[in-house]
């Protein structure tokens, strides 16, 4: 054939086949190309010609490569092995027009994480990371809040539960203006807490959680006051062994309140099955709420003011008098005892100890919103030592307010003047132990209590 009109495939020949490339040189050079030489065509399409020498076009497979290539863009497998110990989630910043990632499980503990927040974000720096978990922008002074979104979809404060607990729920991370971040927090009313009463006025208050006893005396008291007032939240201290003497001291709440209140038990299995409280149970600890009672603030969301009282108190006094009290200057105001216990025991045989401002914790007026009780996370009450909670280490001596020794009136320490109502007492704390414990039934005021037990029955079979 004249080269004019091409060359024929069959008349290349080579070892009983017929084969061709395109090449930059002339067909039948070398089979290999030069090192260094761009890929040719036949390294990707193969034409080759049957047996029969008849002409035939196939695509051949690419031979695998050395490392298996996983997904799109190509990931090698060992890396994405080593992704799947990885948690990322993406953080936001309120008003910047851009979002980072972080990597969860790299950090052990909060502070790490926000140390590296602050070096993510380079115009930000940390106020206080124990206590106030806020974040501050150096260039203007706008104050932010972690937050994040958890595995419900709801909103919380980063801080306030568990670390792997967290790193366990957390979808997303977002870096809130502090004025947008009040309100946030668990809602223990629905998922915490039990029990929860809310006294029922004449006025029209709805009744939460009602019970036989709250419902008669409601339908009964008719001098509540303020129905549209928020209901006051009252924190009782709970202990299995002791509760008589909760439903009593409740009963006694219910019972002379003239303003909207809720009662809550503390209770310390509740909070350990929901991941708030995890601390180990001391020697020392004479009740199961020893140190649970340190999550008031955090348990009313850091809002507003609440009272944490023990169990073994009756109340003989209006709690309205006592909430008229509160003065915003003071992160928390208590009966400042000057009170050494002679006792070696007390109630069921608890070793008695003695300590500085033994018994102020027994009854405290929290004002959850102030910022200094944000230190109050689970975190730090379960980590912290006895002396720092009890003793309220992380105020100042002049954040702690006082009120009149009448209202934790410590039956065997405090006395009544005869002719001075100053001295009469409004709540009466049976601290060595009452009338519920067998030997403690002839204790001063005694009997007190014990009619307002025969009270209590009769409402509830009501």
Known sequence: MSPEKGIDLPELEYSGCLKTELTLGLPGGPETPK???????SETVDLRLGSSCEDEVSVSTPPPSKAQVVGWPPVRSYRKNMMKNCKYVK????GAPYL???????????????AALEEMFTCLTICNVLNERKIMDSSNGTEYVPTYEDRDGDWMLVGDVPWKMFVESCKRMRLMKSSEAVGLGWKFLAGIMSGGTELH????????????????LSNGNGNCQNGGAKPFKIFIGYDPREDLAYEVCRYSLLKRSSIPIEIFPIKQSELRQK????????????TEFSFSRFLTPFLANYEGWAVFVD???????????????????????????????KETTKMDGAVQTVYPRKNWSSMVLYNCGHEKNRALTPDVVNKETGAF?????WLEDDEIGEIPFVWNFLVGHNKVVEGDQSTYPKAIHYTLGGPWFEQWKD???????????EEYKKAAEK
């Open 389 to 393: 909670l009890h003793r309220f280490q």
């Open 91 to 94: 953080v936001a910043v309120d």
């Open 35 to 41: 090192s260094g030489s761009k890929r040719g065509f």
């Open 443 to 453: 204790c001063e005021f005694g009997d007190l209590w014990l009619n307002e037990l």
């Open 201 to 216: 006025c004449s006025n029209g208050v709805e009744v939460k959680n009602p019970d036989p006893v709250s419902k008669n």
């Open 311 to 341: 169990c073994d108190f009756l109340y003989l006094g209006d709690i309205k008098e006592l909430v008229d009290m509160t003065d915003d200057k003071y992160a928390i105001m208590c009966v400042q005892h000057d009170y050494t216990p």
């Open 100 to 114: 980072r990632k972080v990597d969860l499980e790299i950090y052990t503990s909060y502070q790490q994480l926000l």
């Open 275 to 286: 991941g708030v409280y995890w601390r180990e149970r001391g020697k020392l600890e004479s």
